[in-house]
């Protein structure tokens, strides 16, 4: 009896325009073989272009709107942000439809997949963006042997100038190195139906190093070690008696940036959101407020607070700022805004799809009346469309409406608009200037996303081969692998 097999290497942030450039000056070989004997092209990603929404559309084949991940946050009445992860009971993944038919799966560092499953037929390693944790001991024990714990801290110390580009680039690339170790040995004892292989590492230096002059020699040996891990997967696997596919798959891309746009700035300065009394006059304490909001037993204190003292406690802390000196800028929060007299706000995404709610009745202090709504959001996309850049060009490309992505789903509330800037240009959420509505990036914004990321395929299956020519979107990940790996072959590449 023919078995089929199927090995997923799952590459964040890959663009195909990244690949083929390094694949063209340095020859990566396992890129190169899927591309002449099988499938690389684009792959649509969801909106906003990004890890926290996309990868769980990738394992279960729903659009946000179903799985409840519209980004790393939602937002909850109160404007408060809420932290979400993967939850497999709300919609569930490839690996448990699978483990349902009897098929048995490794899944290593699925991305936004934080809770180990306790599956007979799962070994599992969970992924970013929190600690490795394992499925059992087995998996554990085989992890301490390959030195592999998960994807390292890096980025702190790039912020902060105690590891260089350099470093970093040679720290991912023995990240990489150790977790495709794992899989290889794990595959090679394993007799898996699926292997799933999630690299992170790519996404996290793409961020830093894009805009910089020397962007391919510090990628290079990230993609290098991803190459020859693709390639092993071809030459190591698929007996006689399997019938062995091997699929690459990213959840977006990645462009260099070269300019921010600053949203709330925007919507500030043209009077749909105001700030409250006294905060907009001062340089924003970045500090201290920061300390309140990441400490967690100061946190507690802080949301155990009623809200007038919530109010007066943000407020002293703001007013020890400084006054704000044209041409600078300063970090703001959602909370520093006067709801009340707040119509419109962005918040979530800082990525070049950003997000804008109309302070409506969803919320607890709500300043637009529904008959007002409709006419308001006309007008935003009417004055957005119309933005340039400081060189005249046009800056938004598109503008969705909200309702017509996410329709009418309770996973969260939905933002109202979503906002794509040109090519080169990130949205920012977080900064603030009264004269200003675009800064330079920061080190760590030096690359974002782009909507298209990879897909590529090559199989023993000619027919799955020509299959793989419809999948188009992330939605279509799903219904791929279960054509691939399913008692009984479906050939359905529709979003649920």
């Not at 009623?306 to 802390?317: E, Q, R, V, Y």
């Not at 009417?382 to 992505?405: C, F, M, P, S």
Request: charge should be positive.
């Amino acid at each position: 009896m023919v078995k089929n097999e199927l090995h997923i290497v799952g590459i964040d942030a890959a663009p195909l325009w990244i690949i083929n450039r390094l694949s063209k000056k340095y020859g990566l070989e396992g890129f190169q073989s899927i591309m002449h004997d099988g499938k690389l092209g684009n792959l649509e990603s969801t909106l906003p272009p990004m890890t926290g929404a996309a990868w769980p559309s990738i394992y279960t084949g729903m659009p946000p709107s179903k799985h409840g991940l519209m980004d790393f946050f939602t937002i909850n009445r109160d404007y408060e942000k809420q932290l979400v992860y993967f939850n497999e009971s709300v919609s569930e993944p490839f690996w448990v439809t699978l483990s349902k038919q009897g098929k048995k799966s490794l899944i290593i560092t699925p991305a936004m997949v934080v809770r180990p499953i306790r599956d007979p037929n799962v070994d599992m390693v969970t992924g970013f963006p929190l600690q490795a944790k394992f499925s059992s001991d087995k998996v554990k024990k085989e992890s301490v042997k390959y030195g592999f714990f998960g994807e390292p801290d890096i980025e702190n110390g790039i912020k902060a100038g105690s590891i260089s580009f350099e470093e970093a680039s040679k720290r991912f690339s023995e990240s990489i190195k150790k977790r495709a170790s794992l899989s290889k040995s794990l595959i090679k004892k394993g007799n898996y139906d699926l292997s799933f292989t999630c690299f992170t590492e790519t996404d996290r230096l793409q961020h830093f190093a894009l805009s910089r002059d020397d962007w391919e020699a510090l990628l290079y040996p990230l993609y290098k070690e991803i190459s020859d891990f693709i390639l092993w997967l071809i030459n190591n696997t698929g007996a006689k008696s399997s019938e062995r596919s091997i699929m690459l798959v990213s959840d977006h891309g990645a462009q260099p940036i070269y300019n921010k746009f600053l949203i709330n700035s925007w919507l500030i300065n043209n009077g749909y959101a105001k700030f409250k009394e006294n905060i907009g006059d001062v340089a924003l304490t970045y500090g201290p407020r920061e300390k309140l909001m990441s400490n967690k037993a100061l946190r507690k204190i802080y949301d155990k607070m009623p809200k007038t003292a919530k109010s007066l406690a943000l407020k002293m802390i703001s007013s020890s700022g400084v006054p704000i000196k044209e041409g600078t800028y300063s970090r703001m929060h959602d909370f520093d805004l006067d709801m009340g007299n707040t119509r419109a706000f962005a918040s979530i995404s800082n990525d070049p799809v950003s997000m804008i709610w109309i302070n409506d009745n969803r919320f607890s202090e709500p300043a637009v009346k529904q008959g007002e709504k409709a006419l308001l959001k006309k007008e935003l996309i009417q004055k957005l469309k119309g933005l340039k850049t400081e060189k005249g060009e046009k800056l938004i490309n598109n503008v969705t409406d909200g309702k017509a992505y996410y329709g009418r789903t309770n996973m969260f509330i939905a933002p109202d608009l979503l906002i794509e800037a040109r090519k080169g240009y990130t949205i920012d959420v977080f900064n603030y200037s009264p004269k200003r509505i675009f800064m330079k990036p920061e080190p760590a914004k030096s690359g974002d996303h782009i909507r298209e990321g990879i897909f590529g395929f090559m199989s023993q299956d000619s027919k799955l081969s020509n299959d793989a020519r419809m999948v188009n979107s992330v939605l279509d990940i799903h219904n791929m692998v279960m054509d691939v790996l399913s008692r009984n072959r479906r050939n359905v590449y529709k979003q649920q």
